[in-house]
T-cell receptor, first 112, second 117 residues
């Protein structure tokens, strides 16, 4: 079945760039997402990319998609302590993108 | 204020005692969905609904029921809860146009933490 995998932890220094990686198995994915979850809170959609795109940039966030290798990454430039959170990669499958598969989440620690 | 609300936020119950977790959104969204979050597993989709009276199974529907009688509400029903349904549950909603979800309109509720003894 479909699967989404990501590393569990990442630690960076404040001001550095963070790169969170994700691999997925379903080649028919329509959308790929990055969500942020702060402690005790629900998920917040950070950004998403349509499966026929290679890259999307949104202020400090850059999403890169390598469809051949089924690899998705999220780069956060100038990482701040407020970026400390769990980041989930997800893919949607099927017509319309209604069915969603999530990764286990990467916990980002930002050291001051 | 645009929001997705869930009630209750915390619930402790016993095996077999039917319960309902409510989810309500005030944005007139067509699409609603339920997820459970467990450590090391991320979120797994339980059920989703593309519009009133239209529901479909996600990845882990066993032991759960849903209904979508009106657009704003999407309750999650556990007819006979078991300890393996102890989890953190999230409801989400977004606009959908035709049969396509409008991605950037997604909102998540604050979560319901359920403990089944």
């Amino acid at each position: 079945g479909e699967d989404v995998e990501q590393s569990l932890f990442l630690s960076v220094r404040e001001g550095d760039s963070s790169v969170i990686n994700c691999t997925y198995t379903d080649s028919s994915s329509t959308y790929l997402y990055w969500y942020k979850q702060e402690p005790g809170a629900g998920l917040q959609l950070l950004t998403y990319i349509f499966s026929n795109m290679d890259m999307k940039q949104d202020q400090r966030l850059t999403v890169l998609l390598n469809k051949k290798d089924k690899h998705l990454s999220l780069r956060i430039a100038d990482t701040q302590t407020g970026d400390s959170a769990i980041y989930f990669c997800a893919e949607s499958t099927g017509t319309g993108g209604f069915k969603t598969i999530f990764g286990a989440g990467t916990r980002l620690f930002v050291k001051a | 204020e645009a929001q997705v609300t869930q009630n209750p936020r915390y619930l402790i119950t016993v095996t077999g005692k039917k319960l309902t977790v409510t989810c309500s959104q005030n944005m007139n969204h067509e699409y609603m969905s339920w997820y459970r979050q467990d450590p090391g597993l991320g979120l797994r989709q339980i059920y989703y609904s593309m519009n009133v009276e239209v529901t479909d199974k996600g990845d882990v529907p066993e032991g759960y029921k849903v209904s979508r009688k009106e657009k704003r509400n999407f309750p999650l029903i556990l007819e006979s809860p078991s300890p393996n349904q102890t989890s953190l549950y999230f409801c989400a909603s977004s606009f959908a146009s035709g049969r396509v979800m409008i991605q950037e309109t997604q909102y998540f509720g604050p979560g319901t933490r359920l403990l089944v003894l």
